[in-house]
């Protein structure tokens, strides 16, 4: 599992590797607004302040993904073994 620190809530996930980050987050009553839950419209874009996402959306640049600072929680990963989201 994925370890996965929300920021602003002060609460400590552990997403497996079955899950959505985002569905771990809602189920721990943390709204996220999301439409597809494919990686592809953009409006679960959360802002990373620690670890590296494992990018799976189709949506960020190279640039983008190469710096670490926001993903799609619908979709991406992580490939460190935590993550810290500004949520
Ligand atoms: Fe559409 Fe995540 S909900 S990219």
Redesign the pocket.
């Known amino acids: 599992p994925v370890e996965v620190e929300l920021a602003r809530s002060s609460i400590i996930l552990l997403v497996p590797a079955e899950r959505s980050i985002?569905q771990v987050v809602r189920e721990n009553g943390i709204y996220v607004e999301?439409?597809?839950?494919?990686?592809?419209?953009?409006?679960?874009e959360t802002a990373v302040l620690d670890g590296e996402p494992q990018h799976r959306?189709m949506?960020l640049s190279p640039e983008e993904r190469a710096g670490n600072r926001t993903m799609?929680i619908?979709?991406s990963r992580a490939n460190s073994k935590r993550l810290v989201l500004d949520l």
Not at 34 to 44: K, P
Request: hydrophobic fraction near 35%; aromatic fraction near 0%; charge should be negative.
């Open positions: 985002l999301c439409a597809c839950e494919e990686g592809v419209c953009g409006t679960c959306d949506l799609m619908c979709v």
